[in-house]
């Protein structure tokens, strides 16, 4: 008890949104192009690959905005590629996906030390700041937990309502959504499957793209090669926990945050004596078996992983 | 009626497959107020030449005019803007979504958002107009398959579609559906818009065009005005070169028994529980199993065919018990099967047609050896197959998924006689097959029968099993409710049985 009361402290909330921020970023991205039928694998090296871009757009403007907006442009660039593989060429996702995954994570380390060299202390750039948002931040415990932290983290949160309602309110997420379930029924009501499905790659690489920057440029303030390290995969795990919705999915992010703050805290508190692989387990740990136990029922898109071809039967 | 530009004028449309002619020089005209039968065997080219109006394909030459004016179709968009709807036979619907959202997809928004209250003025509108109704808030998951069509026509009424085609639209339709689908087309005519109707039934086109147009071989060969003078048989001449006429049966006395089924019982659960089915087929014998589709006869075929482990029960092929009901099992012991499905479990629709055509004896050494395919000599059986039983395909490397339902059908036909079973299982073998493909199944069967072959047919065709079965049982919620032999059953006490109800009660 008195551990746990040591833990859950204000600071422990407030790290718990900074940990969501990129696996919401990642999810809804994710989400978006899953909604469209295309399985987009490529997102660990898109991350990483806008993570490094990010970061070296900043270190040489010494403008944090320009970082993001690099970012954004290379996450773009992966989800052009996973389109242009997947939607023109008609190639399997899967394959697609590794492959951009690959090339992407290659590339930002190549282009890294392309750029940098081999420093003998790594190159940083002053991250952001939060953002202190008056008179709400003043709120006893939510204040500190809800309104003072970084922009990107505002924005996280505000996606996901965002893309809600796009997806179930507007025309274009309803093409959307009938391309991910039925392509055919798409066509044939005048929608363009592939035109649809290059928009929801290209919105899901921007928003990979936020996931990379708020790493290396809010989370960290350094490029580092372990800087994704399986957030976009487990970005993809946490579509199917949250059963391709905007709400569910953001739930299991932070629920998966509340574990990895947790077990960040319980590491330093140094009050139990375990390995400390043991504590770095636990999220990943716990992510599976809330998967098995939510995503039995999950139905996911009808379309899903099914290239889309016009002329045939 | 002459002042009046036709709806639709298509000239010299030619369409080719690689080698395979689906289309050459076909013209066809609607003009506002008919309905245009349009009829024709498999393969004679109806639904690519409706494909190619509707922007699907894009056709090697000709010319579609649309109310006077040259138009140029290159997807569905366009076609829809040009007042053209096609209900294709595979509905284009999302099963997980409401009716409200599939009427929605691809309609333009009010303010970014989807514009739910236009749809609803527009349904009123239909339904004023045609008498069409629908509740916008059902899934289409949940629909029957006649709510799902009407669903499909008002989508197409609510682009206002002008010229409206519908392809095969009975094919699985409750007669009573298929008399409100034919008011529907009646009152779209009486409001001067086209329909292009798209059937083998002879005596719906008969009911309900006003001209039919046949299709033979990918040419228009003939068209007929549709008056009180108009008979099937007529009709059904012109569509295929051959006359047409009823199996007939040549008198059989049933030999020894080859298929015996005791005791069969499996696990219900989200299919329906097969209770104590106990079955014989003789050589020389078709039995029929009626019954109203869901009642476990799929679920029967399965157990048959070794894909559905029963619960318990015992299955003897030629006079053995089978140890193990396997497919690899009873396909030794020399059961055939056409399954229901065709296009999922009967074929794989990806690979070549050679690959299908051998896939369950690919271990036979002449098509393999030691692991490695003899292709040569897979692709000479294909061809002689494809000769034997006249698959009309460019070669025996076409992706077998290009075939129409009709040279599908062949193909399984051809690939399961080839080994000579001694029994065979036919499930569903003629649904959505022309009359001449029918007929080629049929003619099928009944040799087999001749040669002292058994044969199970399911069906829930009852003019077929009337016609082809010696005997006939009744399958009701799993069990076998009522036998008998074919001199004995009537459409009505056959009909009370499929029914659930049974004298005794």
Not at chain 2, 386 to 415: E, H, I
Request: aromatic share 8%; glycine share 10%; net charge neutral.
């Amino acid at each position: 008890m008195e551990i746990l009361s040591q833990i859950l402290q204000v600071g422990f909330f407030a790290a718990l949104l900074r940990i969501a921020t990129p696996l919401i970023f990642g999810t809804i991205g994710e989400l978006y192009a899953e909604r469209a039928g295309v399985l987009n694998l490529g997102i660990e090296g898109i991350m990483m690959f806008s993570a490094m871009a990010g970061f070296s757009g900043a270190y040489f403007t010494h403008s944090l905005w320009f970082g993001v907006l690099v970012a954004v442009l290379a996450g773009m660039l992966g989800g052009l590629l996973m389109a242009v593989l997947c939607v023109s060429l008609g190639l399997s996702q899967h394959v697609s996906g590794i492959g951009t995954t690959l090339l992407f994570s290659g590339l930002s380390f190549f282009l890294y030390r392309l750029i940098f060299g081999q420093p003998s202390t790594i190159p940083v750039i002053e991250p952001f700041r939060t953002v202190n948002i008056p008179w709400l931040a003043k709120i006893p415990i939510i204040g500190p937990v809800l309104f003072d932290q970084y922009a990107l983290v505002y924005l996280a949160f505000l996606i996901v309502p965002v893309t809600s309602w796009i997806l179930y309110h507007t025309p274009w997420g309803l093409n959307l959504r009938t391309v991910g379930e039925n392509p055919q029924a798409a066509n044939s009501a005048g929608v363009s499957v592939a035109a649809t499905r290059y928009q929801a790659l290209l919105i899901a690489g921007m928003f990979m793209g936020l996931g990379g920057a708020f790493l290396s440029m809010a989370q960290y303030n350094a490029f580092t090669f372990g800087v994704i390290s399986g957030r976009g995969w487990i970005s993809i795990a946490l579509v199917v926990f949250g059963q391709w919705s905007p709400y569910k999915s953001m739930a299991g992010a932070l629920l998966f945050a509340f574990i990895d703050a947790l077990q960040l805290r319980l590491q330093a508190s140094n009050m139990i004596h375990i390995p400390y692989q043991v504590f770095l387990m636990m999220p990943f740990v716990l992510t599976i078996l809330a998967m098995a136990l939510v995503s039995r029922n999950a139905r996911a898109p009808a379309a899903l992983l099914r290239p889309f071809r016009k002329e045939e039967r | 009626m002459t002042t009046t530009a036709p709806l639709l004028q298509m000239r010299g449309i030619c369409k080719y497959f690689g080698s395979v002619r689906a289309n050459e020089e076909v013209d066809l005209t609607v003009t506002p107020g008919e309905i245009i039968g349009l009829l024709g065997e498999n393969g004679a080219g109806k639904t690519t030449l409706m494909n190619v109006l509707f922007g699907v394909y894009t056709a090697d030459a000709g010319q579609i005019d649309i109310a006077g004016t040259p138009a140029t179709i290159r997807n569905a968009a366009d076609a829809l803007h040009l007042g053209v709807g096609m209900v294709h036979q595979h509905f284009h619907l999302v099963s997980h979504h409401s009716v409200m959202e599939n009427l929605l997809v691809g309609q333009p928004g009010r303010w970014g958002q989807l514009d739910r209250p236009y749809i609803e003025q527009r349904l009123q509108e239909i339904r004023s107009r045609f008498g069409l109704e629908m509740n916008l808030d059902d899934q289409v998951r949940d629909l029957s398959i006649g709510q799902q069509q009407r669903l499909e026509i008002i989508k197409a009424l609510l682009r206002g579609a002008r010229l409206l085609i519908l392809d095969e639209p009975t094919a699985s339709l409750t007669p009573q559906e298929a008399d409100g689908l034919f008011d529907a087309l009646r009152a779209m005519a009486a409001q001067q818009m086209g329909v292009i109707f798209i059937s083998h039934k002879l005596h719906e086109i008969r009911a309900v065009t006003t001209r039919v147009v046949i299709m033979r071989y990918g040419r228009v060969t003939a068209t007929v005005v549709n008056d009180d003078s108009t008979t099937n048989r007529q009709l059904a001449e012109l569509m295929c070169e051959h006359e047409i006429v009823a199996p007939v049966k040549a008198s059989s006395t049933p030999g020894r028994e080859l298929l015996r089924l005791v005791g069969i019982c499996t696990a219900g659960g989200l299919r329906p529980a097969l209770q104590d089915i106990d079955l014989q087929v003789h050589a020389g014998e078709i039995l029929g199993v009626a019954g109203v589709s869901g009642n476990g006869q799929t679920e029967l075929a399965d157990v048959m065919s070794g894909m559905l482990t029963p619960l318990s029960g015992q299955m003897w092929l030629d006079g053995q018990v089978l140890r193990k009901i396997t497919p690899r099992q009873v396909q030794r012991q020399g059961l055939g099967r056409i399954p229901e499905d065709r296009m999922h479990t009967g074929l794989i629709t990806t690979l070549p047609l050679s690959s299908c055509m051998v896939l369950p004896r690919i271990h036979e050494h002449r098509f393999s050896r030691f692991g490695v395919l003899n292709r040569k000599a897979i692709r000479q059986f294909t061809k002689e197959q494809m000769q034997a039983f006249d698959v009309r395909a460019s070669g025996p490397d076409v992706r077998t998924g290009t075939l129409s339902g009709g040279n599908l059908q062949k193909v399984l036909l051809a690939r399961e006689l080839a080994w000579d079973p001694t029994v065979l299982l036919a499930a569903q073998p003629t649904r959505g097959l022309d009359i001449a493909a029918a007929q080629f199944v049929h003619e099928h069967l009944l040799r087999l029968r001749t040669e002292g072959k058994a044969v199970v047919l399911i069906s829930e065709d009852l003019e077929e099993l009337f016609a082809l079965s010696d005997r006939i049982v009744v399958m009701y919620e799993g069990v076998i409710n009522g036998r008998m032999p074919i001199a004995e059953a009537t459409v009505q006490n056959v009909g009370l049985l499929m029914a659930g109800i049974t004298e005794a009660a």
